[in-house]
């Protein structure tokens, strides 16, 4: 007896955009596209008049915009008139918005030594010799 034919096909397995199921995780703030030359960040803008998004402007931080090619990881995302081609989100809050802030790196470096040498001091201050007439003894290690 012979055995019956086996009938092979093959399907040219096409390229698929990526897909996240709605059961599934999806990180609404994601950004992807980012300049490596730029620290992002999501900031919300806490008062009427803008003081959290001030802050940030003052520290160097600039809006990231809409013509950056950034991907954002929801399909809500809001691009108004009356804030140009900045890039926000519903806080979901009453009204209140975050709005995709960019630093440059360098900046961004600076404020971390800074941070590191904060901790470093402090850390400095707990290891010194207990003043005179101090009793009791700390031992701490690194």
Same mark, same amino acid.
């Given at each position: ?6 009938? !092979?096909? !093959?399907?040219?397995? !096409?390229?698929?955009k ?13 950004? +992807?596209? $980012?300049?490596?030359?730029f ?8 008062? +009427?008049?803008? /003081? ?16 950056e @090619?950034?991907?954002?990881g ?13 890039i926000?989100?519903?806080? @979901? ?8 802030? $960019? ?5 961004? +470096? #600076? ?8 901790i470093? #001091? !402090?850390? +400095? ?6 003043? #005179?007439g ?6 701490? /290690?690194?």
């Open positions: 007896m012979s055995e019956p034919a086996v009938k !092979t096909t !093959t399907r040219k397995k !096409t390229q698929r990526a897909r996240v199921p709605i059961s599934g995780r999806n990180d609404q703030l994601a950004v +992807e596209g $980012k300049d490596p030359d620290y992002y960040r999501w900031v919300l803008d806490t008062s +009427e008049k803008g /003081s959290n998004i001030l802050k940030h402007t003052r520290a160097g931080y600039v809006f990231a915009t809409k013509d @090619g950034l991907q954002i929801s399909a809500s995302v809001y691009i108004n008139d009356h804030v140009g081609s900045h926000r989100v519903p806080a @979901g809050r009453d009204g209140e918005n975050l709005y995709l802030m $960019k630093l440059p790196m360098e900046y961004r +470096e #600076e404020d971390l030594a800074a941070k590191t040498q904060v470093n #001091e !402090t850390e +400095e201050s707990l290891l010194k010799v207990k003043p #005179e101090g009793y009791g003894e700390v031992k701490i /290690s690194r």
